[in-house]
């Protein structure tokens, strides 16, 4: 045994991993030489879901894993932003490499971590933060690497999907899903950072960062939850030809480069959102994620599979270990050491600095420029309740045509409470435009608009 890993956690998804690496046969013979050498704990009494050996130092000091002369690589499965944003610094700064699976902390501190790991040469890597078992990080950072990435657009929250996939299925509301979803444990006591779109949103911002090679601000990705999708929107939805998703999409928004930073302006954001049945994330259902990636000259790609959960998360986590195992094992011939030993071996630029393997590490240093929402150009669907009275449809026409809203249907599908309900669609418009119609609209007399969605 002589590469360490030292893990912080042992959840769900912290236990994962240790069964994997406590039980290496049949699977790469790499992890054989990793040693699951300490465990840091928030409690030393909790029954664990993985039967650890006798002799594994489990310790609730997780400053002393991290700062561990002997370690090599520390797993970060605590998730929450902080301690786990120092505990990783900290990890850091001693020389280790960090794997981790925590979205929300790179998200929002991803620039302050990938400087100081550039700076101490040492890998952060994060397969596990998006997506859970699906290999999507890796292929953006290597397998795609040839391509001019175009766009990425994902179902990466499985709570949302699950609870999406169940009102198509049964009729249901959002309310009464979400409630039996947290009686079976499919979503969390407090759903917030899923069903608000939250989540996918970190998750966005990560593979945008990776796809268009520049970090991201993740207050200006814009983000939706899916709280306001009815049944009624459902309902209609599936009679037009599509079904709602909570779509994550990044997008270069222009092939005419930043001028200060050289990066493509971008639209990232978080929505529900109409698809078409045939479209191929549409068939995506229940907890499964899928990423749909297009670039140039690839054409399109597509990930599936499972987003979350002990096994697949770990799958990620113990890939992204080997992989730094692999680096070292490469770097130092079979007598792997200590990560700092990198720079000092032969691994070093000409400045001195640790060289890290650029497909592997995230140099990035400019920010991308994010299109605000008003500018993006999308189709959109809208439903209208109103009095039934002569001329409505036509009132509601004009209004759209005097913003410069070209519609591709608008229909009236029936009465509610008494009142007309009109469903609108539109051709692809400015969205700022189609919101000054809305606005106007809403002002008319016992008008009133439900829902505003967008369509892809
Ligand atoms: N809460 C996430 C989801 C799983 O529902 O997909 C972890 O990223």
Redesign the pocket.
């Given at each position: 045994m002589a590469f360490k890993v030292g893990l912080l956690g042992l959840g769900t998804v912290g236990a994962g991993t240790a069964e994997i690496l406590l039980n290496p046969a049949q699977r790469h013979p790499l992890l054989q030489e990793i040693e699951l050498y300490r465990i840091g704990v928030r409690s030393l009494d909790k029954p664990r879901a993985v039967k650890l050996p006798p002799d594994l130092l489990l310790t609730t000091d997780l400053d002393a894993i991290v700062t561990d002369p002997n370690i090599d690589v520390v797993v970060e499965v605590i998730g929450g932003l902080e301690p786990a944003r120092s505990l990783m610094l900290k990890a850091i700064a001693h020389g280790k490499h960090v794997v981790t699976a925590n979205?929300a902390a790179i998200a929002r501190f991803g620039d302050e971590i990938f400087t100081a790991a550039n700076e101490a040469g040492v890998y952060v890597l994060l397969e596990a933060a998006v997506a859970?078992g699906i290999p999507v990080i890796e292929p953006l950072k290597q397998s795609l690497c040839a391509n001019r990435i175009q766009m990425i657009m994902g179902i990466?929250?499985?709570?949302?999907?699950y609870i999406l996939s169940r009102m198509q299925m049964e009729g249901s509301s959002f309310e009464s899903v979400l409630a039996d979803a947290q009686a079976l444990g499919y979503a969390?006591a407090d759903p917030t950072?899923?069903v608000d779109g939250l989540?996918a949103a970190d998750?966005i911002a990560i593979l945008a960062s990776l796809a268009f090679g520049g970090r991201i601000k993740l207050a200006e990705v814009h983000c939706e939850g899916i709280r306001q999708v009815s049944a009624a929107d459902i309902a209609y939805a599936e009679k037009l030809g599509f079904v709602i998703k909570l779509l994550a999409t990044a997008k270069r928004d222009s092939q005419i480069a930043h001028e200060d930073s050289g990066l493509a302006q971008l639209q990232v954001r978080v929505h529900p959102t109409l698809v078409p049945k045939i479209h191929p994330l549409a068939s995506v259902n229940g907890?499964f994620?899928a990423i749909l990636i297009e670039g140039d000259p690839v054409g399109q790609v597509m990930f599936y599979g499972p987003?979350?959960g002990a096994g697949p998360?770990a799958s990620a986590i113990v890939s992204d270990i080997l992989n730094i195992a692999a680096i070292l094992k490469v770097g130092r011939g079979s007598n792997m050491g200590r990560s700092s030993n990198v720079a000092q071996g032969n691994n070093v630029q000409a400045d001195g600095k640790p060289l890290l393997d650029p497909l592997l590490a995230c140099s990035h240093q400019d920010y991308c420029t994010i299109a605000p929402i008003s500018d993006l150009v999308t189709r959109f669907y809208a439903r209208v309740l109103t009095h039934d009275h002569p001329g409505v449809i036509g009132k509601l026409g004009t209004c759209f045509g005097s913003h410069n809203v070209s519609l591709e249907s608008i229909v009236q599908i029936g009465l509610r409470n008494d009142r007309a309900e009109i469903v609108v669609i539109t051709h692809h418009v400015r969205e700022g435009n189609f919101r000054a119609a809305l606005e106007e609209i809403r002002s008319f007399e016992s008008v009133t608009v439900p829902s505003v969605l967008r369509v892809v």
């Open positions: 979205k859970g990466v929250n499985g709570t949302t999907n969390e950072a899923d989540d998750k907890v994620n987003g979350a998360t």
